[in-house]
């Protein structure tokens, strides 16, 4: 327990209350809390302070817009009313407080694509140079300690309270993804951080920040906002806005490590040579000569190790320590992982692309590695951006040469319509088939390889559940594939 003054926080008429926890859900409110009654999309959080105070909450923390809202409740109760003008942020730095050390070395990473490898390939050097780190993000916690998430990047009274408990279970090293949502409502504000990368900057999510500029701003949150003026920035110059974010950075007087094919990146890579297994990379840190082997699938995937390798040496670690640490990286659940072989040699990929540039860079990524044909399957999500469907379809059909056109998570809209979107952009594609099943499309998919061909099943990535209308059916692409490739040979 402690006071609102303990915790920074100044209450109308000069109030003071003893705070036993802090809640965002009225549902989670127990005597004592502080409830945080914050703006939302459809509905403002002060509409639940009338429940909120009648489980015993406290302090109510709102902005103008709450109080207003709950004028009559709040004046008829004795709770302590903390009105802010951002009150999410608040909230943020409140629970930093609340919950208490966290660990000593923080990593974030944000772009449209790549945070979850590059975060992951992070704690991976770490745990090769012998230190205690994490990874916080899509795929819940993973490394020393583990814990499942429900967000990317979650609200701020479940992330500061992991991070609490990653410390106090002895994790000293954490790489998290900040998310374009997470940063846009200040999810990450109260974290300090050593080092924040940029990964690149595509279409996605515009049904939630509706223009370019509004997603590109969000982003810049990480940098302008979050990471204080004395941290590193760690940006790949490859990307169109990667020289944008480094003027940022530099204007603010953040020292900057540029990572790329770039000349002015500190940590260039110079030369890939890729076979079945992997690659093989030249790379040059402050213009000293490198050479790593990766066991890992695609081009792009270079990008992320070495963006990894930037923020690890940002965040304090002897570069050639990072380095020898690169050839032990081993493949993030659900992005460019091999599934499955056939036993003709043809191999299964399942990756999370599911924005045009993502599954464009998959495929492109792929190439240089098959002999043969490559075979995409691909679907777009439901209730999510709708302009990004033909385009995902146009990529497939440029970079593959068979495209099946499926079901991802079709959520609550019309599953055939979502196809319809996909397939309209493909058509350029002389091998396009529609298969609404996704188990199917996935063995008719595999049951097309030839010897020297290859599969990516793209969209889902690391996800176990389909979402069909409000329910979540078990599904995972990889066992999918497997299960497949074990059914087309006759081992089951």
Same mark, same amino acid.
């Given at each position: 327990?402690?006071?609102?003054?303990?915790?920074?926080?100044?209450?109308?008429?000069?109030?003071? @209350?003893?705070?036993?926890?802090?809640?965002?859900?009225?549902?989670?409110?127990?005597?004592?809390?502080?409830?945080?009654?914050?703006?939302?999309?459809?509905?403002?959080?002060?509409?639940?302070?009338?429940?909120?105070?009648?489980?015993?909450?406290?302090?109510?923390?709102?902005?103008?817009?709450?109080?207003?809202?709950?004028?009559?409740?709040?004046?008829?109760?004795?709770?302590?009313?903390?009105?802010?003008?951002?009150?999410?942020?608040?909230?943020?730095?409140?629970?930093? %407080?609340?919950?208490?050390?966290?660990?000593?070395?923080?990593?974030?990473?944000?772009?449209?694509?790549?945070?979850?490898?590059?975060?992951?390939?992070?704690?991976?050097?770490?745990?090769?140079?012998?230190?205690?780190?994490?990874?916080?993000?899509?795929?819940?916690?993973?490394? @020393?300690?583990?814990? *499942? %998430?429900?967000?990317?990047?979650?609200?701020?009274?479940?992330?500061?309270?992991?991070?609490?408990?990653?410390?106090?279970?002895?994790?000293?090293?954490?790489?998290?993804?900040?998310?374009?949502?997470?940063?846009?409502?200040?999810?990450?504000?109260?974290?300090? %951080?050593?080092?924040?990368?940029?990964?690149?900057?595509?279409?996605?999510?515009?049904?939630?920040?509706?223009?370019?500029?509004?997603?590109?701003?969000?982003?810049?949150?990480?940098?302008?906002?979050?990471?204080?003026?004395?941290?590193?920035?760690?940006?790949?110059?490859?990307?169109?806005?990667?020289?944008?974010?480094?003027?940022?950075?530099?204007?603010?007087?953040?020292?900057?490590?540029?990572?790329?094919?770039?000349?002015?990146?500190?940590?260039?890579?110079?030369?890939?040579?890729?076979?079945?297994?992997?690659?093989?990379?030249?790379?040059?840190?402050?213009?000293?000569?490198?050479?790593?082997?990766?066991?890992?699938?695609?081009?792009?995937?270079?990008?992320?190790?070495?963006?990894?390798?930037?923020?690890?040496?940002?965040?304090?670690?002897?570069?050639?320590?990072?380095?020898?640490?690169?050839?032990?990286?081993?493949?993030?659940?659900?992005?460019?992982?091999?599934?499955?072989?056939?036993?003709?040699?043809?191999?299964?990929?399942?990756?999370?692309?599911?924005?045009?540039?993502?599954?464009?860079?998959?495929?492109?990524?792929?190439?240089?590695?098959?002999?043969?044909?490559?075979?995409?399957?691909?679907?777009?999500?439901?209730?999510?951006?709708?302009?990004?469907? *033909?385009?995902?379809?146009?990529?497939?059909?440029?970079?593959?040469?068979?495209?099946?056109?499926?079901?991802?998570? *079709?959520?609550?809209?019309?599953?055939?319509?979502?196809?319809?979107?996909?397939?309209?952009?493909?058509?350029?594609?002389?091998?396009?088939?529609?298969?609404?099943?996704?188990?199917? @499309?996935?063995?008719?998919?595999?049951?097309?390889?030839?010897?020297?061909?290859?599969?990516?099943?793209?969209?889902?990535?690391?996800?176990?559940?389909?979402?069909?209308?409000?329910?979540?059916?078990?599904?995972?692409?990889?066992?999918?594939?497997?299960?497949?490739?074990?059914?087309?040979?006759?081992?089951?």
């Amino acid at each position: 327990m402690t006071t609102l003054t303990a915790l920074g926080l100044t209450a109308a008429q000069g109030r003071d @209350a003893t705070i036993t926890s802090l809640a965002v859900d009225s549902r989670d409110v127990i005597k004592g809390s502080l409830f945080a009654a914050l703006p939302g999309a459809k509905v403002h959080g002060a509409e639940f302070i009338q429940y909120a105070l009648r489980m015993g909450a406290a302090a109510v923390l709102t902005d103008a817009v709450g109080a207003r809202i709950a004028a009559d409740v709040l004046a008829a109760s004795d709770a302590a009313v903390i009105v802010a003008e951002d009150p999410r942020q608040t909230l943020a730095q409140t629970a930093s %407080l609340w919950f208490g050390a966290h660990p000593g070395i923080v990593v974030a990473v944000t772009g449209t694509n790549g945070k979850t490898s590059v975060s992951s390939f992070c704690r991976q050097i770490w745990e090769e140079m012998g230190l205690a780190g994490v990874n916080l993000g899509t795929t819940g916690v993973e490394g @020393a300690w583990a814990y *499942p %998430l429900k967000h990317t990047t979650p609200e701020p009274i479940t992330l500061h309270r992991v991070l609490a408990e990653a410390a106090g279970h002895g994790v000293t090293h954490v790489a998290m993804e900040a998310s374009s949502h997470g940063l846009d409502q200040r999810r990450l504000d109260g974290v300090v %951080l050593a080092a924040a990368g940029f990964t690149n900057f595509t279409q996605d999510h515009l049904d939630y920040h509706h223009t370019f500029e509004a997603y590109f701003a969000a982003k810049m949150g990480l940098f302008t906002r979050v990471l204080a003026e004395d941290g590193v920035a760690v940006i790949n110059l490859d990307d169109p806005k990667g020289p944008v974010v480094a003027a940022i950075c530099t204007q603010r007087g953040q020292e900057v490590i540029g990572v790329g094919r770039s000349d002015d990146a500190r940590l260039r890579l110079t030369g890939q040579r890729f076979d079945a297994t992997g690659q093989d990379l030249l790379f040059t840190w402050q213009g000293r000569p490198h050479h790593a082997r990766l066991a890992l699938i695609g081009g792009f995937q270079a990008e992320n190790v070495l963006l990894a390798a930037g923020l690890v040496i940002a965040a304090g670690a002897d570069p050639l320590d990072v380095f020898a640490a690169l050839p032990q990286l081993g493949t993030v659940r659900g992005r460019m992982e091999l599934a499955a072989t056939r036993a003709n040699g043809a191999a299964v990929f399942v990756d999370y692309a599911h924005t045009p540039d993502a599954v464009q860079t998959a495929l492109k990524a792929l190439r240089p590695h098959v002999m043969g044909r490559i075979v995409a399957i691909i679907g777009a999500g439901g209730d999510r951006d709708s302009t990004k469907r *033909p385009l995902m379809g146009a990529a497939a059909a440029e970079f593959a040469d068979s495209v099946i056109v499926t079901d991802d998570n *079709p959520r609550s809209e019309d599953p055939a319509s979502i196809r319809a979107a996909v397939l309209a952009g493909a058509q350029a594609c002389d091998s396009l088939t529609e298969v609404a099943d996704r188990a199917e @499309a996935i063995l008719r998919g595999i049951d097309m390889l030839q010897p020297g061909d290859a599969l990516l099943i793209a969209g889902k990535g690391h996800e176990s559940g389909q979402i069909i209308g409000d329910t979540v059916m078990p599904f995972d692409d990889v066992e999918q594939a497997s299960v497949a490739v074990a059914a087309l040979e006759g081992r089951i």
